[in-house]
């Protein structure tokens, strides 16, 4: 049993749910749409990231012999529950807003159409795989716009909360825009660049610092990058100056040095002049250790000559803002829409679609939510990615998620790319007749029972 794609990866309440709806005989139609209520503090727009990993679930959905034995044997289900198992598969059709895409509040970015019990069983890894990678993915963003054209790194494995977690938030960073990663397995699994450098226990065991930049040398001609805060920065620089010659005449180029402690910005301005007096301009100065987009910010704005940053913990566990209050709700049964009208927590119902409008600059200017069948103008974000189960077309490669995430990015007018809340939050428009339907479905509920 792989405990990932294993279907007993749910709530309980997914299982008895479904044993209620075998039980009823509640197999219609029905339609589940994911959103986020609002945005978390300091946000001002959030990027859809997860659905290749949402399909991959779908299509590899089912009740293998360990799953349907531990079912029979849990005391829980009735006896027969076990053989509606066996045979499920997801036949259903799932629309969706492509990766890489800015999103509001209320606005569907998923939209599953499938029989109530299957629809309901995905609930809660759909909303695990799509949450976590659209957190990153927003929070990556925010350093991509405040570094433009820096080398940005995913250094989080070590510290992200499982390595599931690790290699995803690799994925959702690279298609914000991020450079690329250190996590090794997201090289083979999904074609993302790698970058590393050297460990500090290199350094430490060698008995002289020089002879441990010499050494690493010798073994990685190609990737000359010296990590030189081990124990005096400046003059771990004087020491890669002094081995140049030896390395040049050996036809190794010093490709750049790594700063990860202490004041990053005087120890970027102290070694760029070291490394500038003798010659090696060309040499990068990669920053690492504590870093966000708000830090990099920081450095960007005091002049520190940092040409690349490696950015971990608060990237693989979006610090200041690490959960969304998104949510997967039944819109639709059984061809009738349904309203959840809890306070504070109320629904849009039926099926919906959201059209995008720009500005004459070609800037965003706001997004209309409507009913599906409410055809308007505007550019309609959700589209068709499966029908009866399968796919409508294979999965685009994520150097294309990748550019599209950059186009979206360009467009995002200039009080959304702030880091702090914007005065001027992003407009979206919920049309009239979504607007009439919930008051009519209210009334509806309201209405005395008739004898």
């Known amino acids: ?59 590899q959905l089912r009740f293998g012999d360990e799953e349907l034995t531990w079912v029979e044997q849990s005391g829980l289900f009735r006896k027969d529950f076990g053989e509606h198992l066996r045979g499920l598969r997801f036949t259903g059709d799932v629309y969706a807003v492509p990766e890489g895409t800015p999103f509001f509040p209320h606005e569907p970015v998923l939209r599953v159409v499938a029989p109530m019990p299957q629809a309901q069983l995905v609930e809660s890894r759909l909303i695990n795989l799509v949450h976590y990678e659209t957190v990153v993915a927003s ?54 660049p790698l970058f590393g450098t050297m460990a500090h226990s290199f350094v430490q065991a060698h008995a002289d610092e020089a002879a441990a930049f010499a050494d690493f040398a010798q073994v990685f001609p190609a990737s000359t990058v010296f990590l030189i805060d081990t124990y005096d920065t400046e003059a771990a620089a004087r020491k890669v100056v002094a081995l140049a010659p030896q390395l040049q005449q050996a036809g190794i180029a010093i490709k750049g040095v790594r700063l990860d402690s202490g004041d990053l910005a005087a120890h970027a301005c102290n070694v760029r002049r070291i490394l500038d007096a003798a010659g090696l301009t060309r040499a990068t100065i990669f920053a690492s250790g504590n870093l966000d987009e708000y830090r990099v ?49 109320a629904t849009w119902p039926g099926r919906k679609q959201v059209y995008r409008h720009y500005r004459d600059d070609g800037l965003l200017d706001h997004d209309v939510v409507t009913l599906e069948a409410d055809v308007q103008p505007g550019q309609p974000l959700l589209q068709p990615v499966m029908r009866g189960g399968c796919r409508l077309q294979a999965a685009p490669g994520l150097d294309a998620l990748r550019a599209h995430a950059k186009r979206q990015l ?36 309201r209405q005395p029972a008739t004898v």
């Open 139 to 192: 929070k990556a963003a925010r350093s991509v716009l405040v570094a433009p054209g820096k080398l940005l790194v995913d250094f989080g494995l070590r510290r992200a909360h499982g390595a599931e977690a690790g290699l995803l938030a690799a994925r959702a960073s690279y298609i914000a825009g991020y450079s690329g990663t250190a996590t090794v397995l997201a090289a083979p699994r999904f074609g993302i």
């Open 297 to 345: 910010r920081e450095l960007l704005a005091a002049g520190a000559p940092i040409d690349g940053f490696g950015i971990g913990t608060s990237l693989v566990t979006s610090s200041d803002a690490p959960f969304l209050d998104a949510v997967y709700k039944l819109q639709e049964y059984a061809g009738t829409p349904r309203r959840k009208r809890s306070s504070g927590k």
């Open 410 to 445: 360009a467009i995002l007018p200039q009080h959304l790319r702030e880091l702090a809340s914007s005065t001027e939050p992003y407009r979206v428009e919920i049309a009239p007749v979504l607007q009439e339907l919930a008051a009519r479905l209210d009334q509806q509920t």
């Open 1 to 59: 049993m792989n405990p990932l794609t294993s279907p007993l990866l749910t709530d309980l309440y997914q299982l008895t749910m479904l044993q209620a709806y075998f039980a009823q005989g509640m197999q219609e139609t029905a339609v589940f749409e994911f959103f986020v209520r609002k945005l978390p503090p300091n946000r001002n727009f959030l990027l859809a990231a997860g659905l290749e990993q949402a399909l991959d679930f779908l299509e």
